[in-house]
């Protein structure tokens, strides 16, 4: 069995977590993987503290096992829900979007371990002086916001210029790819597109199928003009908002941005994956069928294990 510092240090069976994807890991999904063997992430996204209090007691009601909660940094209501964390006595909390070096010391007082995801080596050496528990360096591969780097080249990278245990992310939904980043020198994964489509996830099954159904270049980015780069499966909405985006003169920004509000919740909770957006990332072509989340986590892990252990044919 594969274990390492992450699962040994957090009470995990498996060294995995699940991504902290908005609107979509809510209670539900992050009991279904943290009873499953992982971590289970709630997304904070734009809640504001009560909103998130409520979800965070859902999940509590739902597994006694380890799960933690993903904090946005550009919410509005972040400084809200940077308490809501300490008063409940989450024990892991994941940041995106930011720096949260705002709040570490409360969350690190409260005996919080805080692994904030990290798209660059120069962010990855901050929040490791600031006193992160890890970090989770994620690729370009991955769904919603995205930096530049791919997990090829940057999870490697954040390895070498930090002592601190690295989670790697994006682009990973089967046990060769979970393989793959330990070779890298990270000591555990985080999946978010795989578990899309577990039984335990709360979306719409439009949304499901949708992912079901993608092909491996059926993802594209969209929101490069706006500076925060998003990769979602192509569809009605990406086309228009392309058309948007590359038509400047026309379209400003504030108009380009107000053209994505909405959008996810419409897809995720709405079930309309035409004028939604139906964010995933490149590896939604490999996801072809529903489980639960510990049926995913054991076929994963089975998987790396064999090759892992296969990896001896290719040195002589």
């Known amino acids: 069995m594969i274990s390492t510092v992450i699962n040994e240090s957090l009470g995990l069976e498996f060294p995995i977590f699940q991504g902290g994807m908005a609107w979509v890991a809510d209670a539900s999904l992050a009991a279904g993987v943290s009873n499953a063997g992982g971590l289970g992430i709630i997304a904070a996204m734009n809640s ?47 940041t995106g979007a930011g720096n949260p070096g705002k709040y570490m010391a409360k969350w690190l007082e409260a005996g919080i371990k805080v692994i904030p995801v990290v798209p660059s080596v120069a962010l990855a ?51 060769r790819q979970i393989a793959a980043a330990f070779m890298l020198g990270a000591v555990g994964v985080q999946v978010g597109t795989r578990f899309l489509v577990a039984k335990e996830c709360t979306i719409s099954q439009e949304y499901k199928n949708k992912v079901l159904k993608a092909k491996d270049i059926d993802t594209v980015v969209t929101g490069k003009r706006l500076g925060h780069p998003v990769r979602s499966i192509r569809n009605s909405f990406t086309r228009e908002y392309t058309k948007a ?12 941005e107000q053209m994505g509000t909405g959008a996810l919740r419409l897809a ?28 995913m986590i054991v076929e994963m892990f089975e998987q790396a294990e064999n090759t892992l252990n296969g990896a001896a044919k290719w040195v002589k």
């Open 48 to 94: 504001n503290g009560e909103q998130l209090r409520e979800e965070i007691r859902k999940c509590k009601q739902l597994t006694d096992k380890p799960f933690g909660v993903n904090i946005m940094l550009m919410s509005p209501f972040v400084a809200e829900v940077a308490d809501v964390v300490v008063e409940e006595g989450i024990k892991v909390v994941t």
């Open 125 to 175: 050496r901050k929040m490791e002086k600031d006193g992160a528990f890890a970090v989770i360096a994620e690729g370009g591969e991955s769904g919603g916001h995205i930096g530049d780097l791919t997990t090829m080249a940057l999870v490697p990278q954040v390895v070498d210029a930090v002592s601190i245990p690295v989670i790697a992310a994006g682009g990973i939904a089967d046990g």
């Open 245 to 256: 985006e590359y038509n400047a003169s026309v379209v400003p920004d504030e108009e380009l």
């Open 268 to 295: 995720a909770r709405g079930g309309d994956v035409s004028k939604g957006c139906v964010l995933a990332g490149q590896v939604a072509g490999m996801v072809k069928k529903e489980q639960t989340a510990r049926e």
